[in-house]
C-alpha cells in the first residue's frame, strides 16, 4: 500500500507516462532526423526508451508504483493490489499523460501539435509480437517484485530495450503508449485503425502472463495452505 494519497500517485502516473512517450517518441524523432539508417535509428529509440524507463520508475514506484501502462495497473487490481475506483483512474491519467507527452514532444520539435499517423502496423505477426512483448513485460515485473524489488527498474529498462529488437512491432507492449504514438506522423508512429488490434494484443499477453506468473511463483508451502 502506498503512503501517498490518490491525486499525488494519479499525478506520478501522468507524468511518468508523459516522460515515457516523449522518451519514445522524442528520440525516434532525433534519430530520424541524425541518420538515414534505419536500424542505428532503432537503435536510439531503443537506448533512449530504455535508459528512461529505469529512471522514470526508480522515482515513481514509491509513489505509484510506477505502472506508466493500463495493462500493467489492470493486472495489479486482478491481483487485488489496486482497487477499481484507483484502476480507473489511473488508467485515464496514463492515456492523458501519454497524449500530453505527444503534444509536448511535437513542439519541442516544432512539429503539429497532434497528427495522425500513417504508419502502418498490423498483421497476425505484429499481434502476436505485441501479445509476447507485454507478456514478457509482465512476467518481468511480477517477478522482480516477488524476488528482488530493487532490481525491477533496471529490468524492465533492459527488457524493453532488448524487445525493440527482438519483436516484430518493436514492443508497445502498452496501450497508453500506443495511443499516444497514434497521434504523431514520426518515426515510432502507428495509424489510429492499427491501435485497437495492437491494445487486444496487449491486454490478451497481459492477461496470460498474470496467469502463468501466478501459478509459477507459488511456493508448495502456499498451495499446502490453499
Not at 507524468?15 to 541518420?35: C, E, N, P, Q
Not at 514509491?62 to 493490489?81: D, K, M, T
Request: hydrophobic share 55%.
Amino acid at each position: 500500500m502506498s503512503a501517498f494519497d490518490l491525486p499525488r500517485r494519479l499525478v506520478a502516473e501522468g507524468l511518468g507516462t508523459g516522460f515515457l512517450v516523449a522518451a519514445v517518441v522524442g528520440s525516434g524523432i532525433m534519430a530520424d532526423r541524425l541518420t538515414d539508417d534505419i536500424a542505428l535509428a532503432l537503435l536510439c529509440n531503443a537506448v533512449a526508451t530504455g535508459a528512461a524507463l529505469v529512471v522514470l520508475v526508480t522515482v515513481f514506484a514509491p509513489i505509484s508504483g510506477a505502472h506508466f501502462n493500463p495493462a500493467v495497473s489492470l493486472v495489479f487490481a486482478i491481483r487485488r493490489e489496486l482497487s477499481r475506483r484507483d484502476l480507473a483512474a489511473y488508467v485515464a491519467m496514463q492515456v492523458a499523460g501519454g497524449i500530453f507527452g505527444t503534444i509536448a514532444t511535437h513542439l519541442m520539435f516544432g512539429l503539429p501539435i497532434l497528427e495522425t499517423s500513417a504508419t502502418m502496423r498490423s498483421g497476425a505477426p505484429q499481434w502476436f509480437a505485441e501479445a509476447v512483448a507485454t507478456f514478457g513485460l509482465v512476467a518481468v515485473i511480477l517477478g522482480g517484485l516477488r524476488f528482488d524489488r530493487t532490481t525491477v527498474p533496471l529490468m524492465v529498462g533492459l527488457y524493453i530495450t532488448a524487445a525493440y529488437w527482438f519483436t516484430a512491432s518493436t514492443s508497445f507492449a502498452n496501450p497508453a503508449v500506443t495511443i499516444a504514438r497514434s497521434m504523431t506522423d514520426s518515426f515510432s508512429g502507428i495509424r489510429p485503425i492499427d491501435a485497437p488490434a495492437f491494445i487486444i494484443a496487449q491486454l490478451v499477453g497481459a492477461a496470460g502472463a498474470l496467469l502463468l506468473m501466478g501459478w509459477l511463483l507459488r511456493e508448495k508451502r502456499e498451495e499446502a495452505t490453499t
